[in-house]
């Protein structure tokens, strides 16, 4: 039992082109239907205590998607997960939840995510070819691109911000990009950029497909951590 | 079955792609191959338009009550999405099943707003249906229309097989057991037509003939059969708690115009003010009771999880049980944490206390629809308002803390005069005026107004209906002329208005004739859809349209008609009488004031339906016509 939990969901093919708006909305809305105790913010336009990990783009289904929620009371986990189930639209559904004993943002904890990202080659590649070409890609020291910001757009070098790029072959056509990258509030980088940026700097016209987030990372004592790890750390 | 696929090729391409895939919470899924009838409810603009619209809420849901029924929603494509589709050549399908529409037994089409008309024709393109009825064969969906703007159907008569006029609630219910029956029976197209034509409210137009004077005007509208019914009555609900009213309405992912439970108190409006259509085709007032409307309420946030209500009804004031009715809805609503939007309040002590409780987010806009900006033309049109009355709302809501304030006008009213065009920026700087001091002496800023003027369109089956609109240069010169005066005097008003050329063509389509067919049909064909939006609205478009069938817009909108003209809707009955509206067009030229039904019968006919405030006032109904409390 908790005030607080920490929650996993996942967003399938049904519902991933629903912008990040649209899912904070949806959340929101389901917590009511739920009839579950949830915790609302003082003031003049009272608010749902509950912040997310990370946005989510349009087009973008995910495995590991994290948010912080606190109640009006304590609340078992299996509790939590079983009636907000009830309420969630097919392609959205919560997976575990775990107690959260104090404070402390998920959005600010998040430094990293990994992705798989499908693509298809313009011509006949083979996997070698395509390979040394990511090998090559990650061997620049400087791969500056625009970014957009807050305040428009500006040139940054994204190369600090990928932490590791290798190519997979599955038995259909295409290949998967798996893409571990920088992610959060401070350093985000997103996964199209980086595709946008692979064919900018290789020449080739790579068609990106879907894109799937299996995992987001915080980071403590230079190490990567699961944010169900980390929740209850000093 | 056909189920059109959707992919990221499509569906990253276009803006708010969640617009397009349905799926949403409380949307109704059944087995399409197990049900006799299947019904596509089509609403004729974009998503985020029609999914804020309650008629199709209601008729929605009680189709889907039937279990030999499943209906299911289709909107107009934004046009990003409609390049892609034609391009890929996929069709028009449903958001609950991606059924094309071609594959549906009935597609009916709410008729909200008359520039939506080219995108009834673009959908059914898209969706591989014939766009004319007469083109339309045994394997092709009947193509029905209702709404608002199906008093006057004759535009659309080309295009749609049959009309229902009125409510939808019980003749939908005729209909479906009406198709059920043609089905079984093997019959052609015009059986099922003909059968459909016996309901009550239900218009065949291809069973019609209109006979045309050399000049244009039309002669006479006649049934082609004896078997056909020489008027159609309106239809209503006679009894709204009654009425299935929807407490599992879809929720949106993405965010609609009206993003919010809407909690209908009444149908129909008391006031009768001569302009407004709606005052006239929704007679009699019918309330629905404040236990029925609680309990929608609490039931309705429980299945949707909206923290919003909207009041919606044509003047809530005039609600009977208002202030015990709030009482107990603002008992649940402060509990639940649900914000209370009330729309069409009069503002006074009472309103602006309750919306104070009512809505905990900013004290923003307050909003008051004067009409007009002297006491002469709001005499003219009806409207009981005083400029005292006014002054005083907008008083106590500066001291209250509210200190924007937006007055909606018309301009192009009958008798209008450069004088209450003028009136209307003077009453922007009387209430600035009398405003000044509360502000301050209640700590808040000082009051900011929005004038808004809306261009008058004369609308069928108003006492207004045979009136001239104003020519598109004289609307400009009024607007030019208002925005002028403004300017000048004060930075605290703001001043905005639509696009005259716009109004015009809705004026046309509004009170036209079969004629226009073949005008809507190449204005569609030369590129005409959205033309309710500024950025897809082409005047050219429209005018070539004109000119290549022969036919003058100015006829439509321009023309002063004579009482003895027959309409082209003079075969549609609305239950309000010809010769009230004559009576209410000749006071208005006299300034003549008309008294409100809670205040007393002014027989306008409406009491044929037996119902609501008509049953009410029959025991104290007098002859005598007195005049507004306070005139």
Known sequence: MARALRFRFFRDERLKYLAHLDVLRLFERALKRSGLPVAYTQGFNPRQKIVFGLPMAVGLTSSAEYADIEFAGDLAPEAFISRLNQVLPDGIKVLDAMPLLKKGSIMSQITSAKYEIEFAVPRHMDYDEINGIVIDFLGNEDITVMKKGKKGSKPV?????????????????????????????????????????????????????????????????????????????? | MMRVKLDDALLLQVEKPAKYIGNEWNMVKKNPESVAVRFAFAFPDDYEIGMSHMGMKILYHILNKREDTYCERVFAPWVDMERLMRGKGLPLYTLETYTPISEFDIIGFTLQYEMSYTNILNMLDLGGVPVLAKDREKSHPFVCAGGPCAVN????????????????????????????????????????????????????????????????????????????????????????????????????????????????????????????????IYRPVRERSPEKLNELARSSVRKTGYDEISLVSLSSSDYSALPEFCEKLLEFSEKERVNLSLPSLRVDNFSLGLMERASKVRKSGLTFAPEAGTQRLRDVINKGITDEDLKASVQLAVAGGWNSVKLYFMIGLPTETMEDVEGIADLGFSLIESCRGIADRHGGRGLNITLSTSNFVPKPFTPFQWEPMDHISVLTEKQYHLKDLIRKRTRRIRYQYHDPKISHMEAVLSRGDRRLGKVIHTAWKLGARFDGWDEHFSFERWRRAFEENGLDPAFYANRKRDFSEVMPWDHIDIGVSKGFLVRECKKAYEGDLTRNCANGCSNCGASVYKTGICLAKEKNNSQEVDKWPGH
């Open chain 1, 157 to 234: 070098n994204i190369r600090p911000l990928i932490y590791s790029l290798s190519v997979r072959k599955p038995d259909n056509d295409g290949y998967i990009l798996d893409a571990f990258l920088s992610a959060g509030a401070k350093n985000n980088l997103r996964p199209d950029l980086l595709m946008k940026a692979l064919n900018l700097i290789t020449g080739l016209d790579l068609a990106v497909g879907s894109i799937h987030r299996k995992a987001m990372y915080t980071s403590a004592f230079n190490e990567w951590k699961d944010p169900f790890e980390v929740a209850n750390d000093d």
């Open chain 2, 153 to 280: 159907p004759e535009p659309l008569a080309d295009f749609i097989d049959f009309f229902v006029i009125g409510e939808g609630e019980e003749v939908i219910q005729e209909i479906i057991d009406g198709y059920k029956a043609w089905k079984a029976s093997g019959q052609d197209r015009t059986a099922f037509l003909e059968r459909v034509a016996a309901i009550e409210g239900v218009y065949v137009p291809s069973l019609y003939e209109v006979l045309y004077y050399e000049d244009g005007t039309i002669m006479d509208i006649m049934p082609k059969s004896g078997n056909v019914p020489d008027t159609v009555r309106r239809r209503i609900v006679a009894d709204l708690d009654k009425a299935s009213f929807p407490d599992d309405i879809i929720v949106p992912y993405v965010e609609t115009v009206h993003d919010r439970i809407m909690l209908e108190l009444f149908r129909g409006c008391i006031r009768g003010c001569r302009f407004c259509q709606a005052g006239f």
